[in-house]
């Protein structure tokens, strides 16, 4: 596969990845849990979180959770929208974004 999906760009994105949350988010063991819920407070930037309404990654309710406990998080829900945001509703999502960036950008 080519292009966005291929495996040397996938690979690319998680190379920074704390092991133990990648592999917990797989086994959901008694360590795997512990280390998902301790990830959220080692993140020291800011974040925006888009939370899908349908298909999402997140179960009901987990988005508002885990932005409880970000210290400078940003979370824009997308009702009826599934797991690719920014494919299908574009303009929204430059719309959330877009802020984001300036802001982050002029800090």
Known sequence: MRGFYSAERLASYYKDADVSVVDA?????????????????QVKCPV???????????????????AAQLSDVKLVKFPGVGHRIHGLRPEPFLEALEPFLRRVRSA
């Open 25 to 41: 988010l797989f086994t959901r063991d008694e360590g795997g849990r512990a280390a998902i819920a301790a990830a959220p407070s």
């Open 48 to 66: 925006l979180l888009l939370a899908a309404g349908t298909g999402s990654a997140l179960a009901d309710g987990e988005a508002d959770r885990l």
